[in-house]
C-alpha cells in the first residue's frame, strides 16, 4: 500500500510545482483576477489547496482544533505556492518515515465543524491527494478562461511516464 501512496505524494508536489509555477509566469494582477470557480482567483484555490493540505497534516499529527493558512497568511501568490510546495514536501517526507502497517490502521480525527470520524488512514491520504487533482483542474479550467495557453500536464499517467524516462 505505501508503495501505491509515495508516488501519489511526489505527484501531488511536482504537479503542484507545475501549475504554481506557471501562475507565477503571469502578470501579477492575473493572480487575484475574478474568474469562475469553487474559489473567485487563483490565488484564492492555491490558498485553499494550501489549507487543506495543512489542515490534513496538522490532524494526522494530532493537533486540535487545526490552523488553517488561511487565518494569518498575508502573503503574496509566490510565498503562497512556496508554502504550499513545503507543505506538500512535509507530506512525503511524513509518508516516506510512516511505518506501512499504520496505513490501514484506524486514525480519528475532527473536522471543522467539530465533527469526530474515525477511518484508515490511507483513505484520508487517497482523498488529500484526490481533493489537490480536483483543484488542479479547477485551476487549469481558471488558467483557460484568462486566455492562457501552455498549460503543463497535471495528469498522473503524464507525470509517472516523464518521471520514468528521467
Do not use: C
Not at 64 to 75: E, I, N, Q
Not at 136 to 150: E, H, I
Request: glycine share 6%; proline share 8%.
Amino acid at each position: 500500500m505505501k508503495q501505491l501512496l509515495q508516488p501519489y505524494a511526489d505527484y501531488h508536489l511536482a504537479v503542484n510545482q507545475l501549475i504554481g509555477n506557471r501562475i507565477l509566469e503571469l502578470p501579477a494582477e492575473q493572480w487575484t483576477t475574478p474568474v469562475p470557480g469553487s474559489f473567485p482567483s487563483l490565488h484564492k484555490t492555491l490558498q485553499h489547496m494550501w489549507d487543506a493540505d495543512t489542515l490534513w497534516y496538522q490532524r494526522v499529527h494530532g493537533q486540535y482544533p487545526p490552523d488553517p493558512p488561511s487565518g494569518w497568511f498575508t502573503g503574496d501568490t509566490p510565498e503562497l505556492v512556496r508554502q504550499l510546495l513545503e507543505q506538500d514536501q512535509a507530506w512525503i517526507t511524513w509518508l516516506d518515515d510512516l511505518p506501512s502497517e499504520q496505513l490501514p490502521a484506524s486514525f480519528s480525527y475532527y473536522n471543522l465543524k467539530g465533527e469526530q470520524f474515525s477511518q484508515p488512514l490511507f483513505e484520508v491520504l487517497l482523498h488529500l491527494f484526490n481533493h489537490g487533482t480536483y483543484h488542479r483542474g479547477q485551476l487549469v479550467t481558471m488558467l483557460r478562461s484568462l486566455g492562457v495557453n501552455n498549460i503543463p500536464s497535471t495528469d498522473f499517467v503524464h507525470w509517472a511516464r516523464v518521471r520514468r524516462i528521467h
